[in-house]
């Protein structure tokens, strides 16, 4: 007679499928790689994001020497011997910690990765589970702003970052210098602090232009100092914006106009002095002028006098009428 299957056991059976498969489709979900390996160092589960990250796929690592696949060569004898000492004591200084390393791509590159190491115990045998993300994107993100920040630090100009509510927050070497704040002293305070008391509306119209997104160049108004000197300054401002483009906070730059200023009256000084004295040489030169006429029509005064007494005296000496005709009409000239 023939056995009917066992029902219960066929539920069983599916219910186990069911939730391998379940298990599968979050793992390969995770935005991680999510690695499991036995106590023999081999990979026993490789998630779609491992696939992705190390260039292998599931077929081809499960199974293999997870050392072979990952661990750049310096660092898989120090794997080995971890994973022994491990075996033997129940203790690993790196299990259940996250950590960065280098790893270890298909195409034989090395890239920065976050590493947390999971042990578990199933049917009396260990198992690992890795939790890996890759950090290559983050590390360029934080080089660039590496590099960002070392421009602003060792710049001659102040710069300096806040946010909507105008609390500052980044303050950089040159800033220290202008201002003669800290930046201990500054982060977390308002920006007001160095606006003059009686320009109280001033940040409130810088903050409403830039929630707009506007951006302001060239902005000359005057800050205060630590010790309460006052320093003529130009501000450009630009709006800080988010991922989503919604604005955030501001930078400022912020450089001291003081010896622009100190030029600029000195070049209106000169100016004023040049055109003083250009006035003053034309009225020089017209008194040169008229002292001139006067000399000159004095002397040319006394020369036709004399030359007028001199005409006289010959034309009483003159019988020829001709020559005497001439000589009247030179006196006629000179007494025109």
Do not use: C
């Not at 219910?15 to 979900?29: C, F, G, Y």
């Not at 050392?67 to 004591?89: C, K, N, V």
């Not at 704040?181 to 810088?206: C, F, K, N, W």
């Not at 006429?293 to 036709?304: C, I, N, Y």
Request: net charge neutral; glycine share 8%; aromatic share 4%.
């Amino acid at each position: 007679m023939r056995r009917a299957p066992h029902r219960g056991g066929t539920r069983a059976h599916r219910a186990h499928s069911l939730s391998e498969n379940e298990l599968k489709a979050v793992l390969d979900a995770a935005l991680d790689a999510i690695i499991t390996m036995d106590a023999d160092g081999m990979v026993t589960g490789w998630n779609a994001q491992a696939e992705s990250i190390f260039g292998w796929r599931a077929t081809e690592a499960v199974g293999s020497t997870l050392s072979d696949l990952i661990i750049p060569p310096q660092y898989r004898q120090a794997h080995r011997q971890g994973l022994a000492h491990f075996l033997s004591t129940g203790k690993g200084p790196i299990l259940g910690k996250r950590i960065e390393i280098a790893a270890l791509r298909r195409n034989g590159r090395e890239f920065p990765v976050e590493l947390t190491i999971s042990p578990m115990r199933r049917g009396g045998d260990w198992h690992f589970s890795g939790f890996i993300r890759d950090l290559t994107e983050r590390r360029r993100a934080e080089e660039v702003q590496a590099r960002l920040a070392a421009i602003v630090e060792s710049s001659h100009d102040a710069i300096l970052s806040k946010n909507m509510d105008g609390i500052i927050l980044s303050w950089n070497a040159a800033a220290e210098e202008l201002y003669g704040y800290t930046a201990d002293e500054v982060i977390g305070r308002h920006v007001s602090q160095l606006v003059p008391a009686e320009s109280p509306d001033e940040i409130p119209m810088i903050m409403k232009r830039l929630a707009h997104g506007e951006r302001i160049e060239h902005y000359e108004t005057v800050r205060v100092k630590k010790d309460g000197t006052r320093v003529p300054v130009s501000l450009t401002i630009s709006p800080v914006r988010d991922a989503r483009g919604v604005v955030t906070g501001a930078s400022a730059i912020v450089r001291d106009d003081t010896e622009r200023k100190r030029v600029e009256t000195a070049l209106r000084e000169s100016e004023r002095q040049l055109q003083a004295l250009s006035r003053r040489l034309v009225e020089v030169q017209e008194t040169e002028r008229a002292f001139i006429a006067r000399e000159l029509h004095d002397q040319v005064g006394q020369t036709l006098s004399a030359v007028n007494v001199s005409l006289e005296m010959l034309s009483r000496d003159v019988t020829d009428p001709d020559f005497a005709t001439r000589i009247g009409d030179g006196i006629a000239a000179v007494k025109r």
